[in-house]
């Protein structure tokens, strides 16, 4: 079994920072590519930013400059650093995680989601 756990979301003004991490934990053999996902109310499911195994990153144009990812592979922990968050930012934030697992092999993973609320 293979468990997602995200923290950091909560209430900021716009233009403010926060911080989310999600941490894997179980039967992992290799964590491959990571990513951050967000679905606003009413709208569909997008990929906010990516970072492969070896580093290699990607964003969407929306939050090129202001968003952050990042990985510590020893702890199996990505980051999301989030600056000059804007209203247009809020949204359930989700992490997807692609992976080998020691009994089940290669599969994808989601968090259960947490509230990134950017309002005055």
């Known amino acids: 079994q293979v468990q997602l756990v995200e923290s950091g979301g909560g209430l900021v003004q716009p233009g403010g920072s926060l911080r989310l991490s999600c941490a894997a934990s179980?039967?992992?053999?290799?964590?491959?590519?990571m990513g951050w996902y967000r679905q606003a109310p009413g709208k569909q499911r997008e990929l906010v930013a990516s970072i492969t195994s070896g580093g290699n990153t990607n964003y969407a144009n929306s939050v090129k400059g202001r968003l952050t990812i990042s990985r510590d592979n020893a702890k199996n922990t990505m980051y999301l650093q989030m600056n000059s968050l804007k209203p247009e930012d809020t949204a359930v934030y989700y992490c997807?995680?692609?992976?080998?697992?020691?009994?089940?092999?290669?599969?994808?993973?989601w968090g259960q989601g947490t509230q990134v609320t950017v309002s005055s």
């Open positions: 997807n995680v692609d992976l080998l697992g020691r009994l089940n092999g290669r599969g994808s993973y």
């Open positions: 179980g039967s992992i053999l290799t964590i491959l590519s």
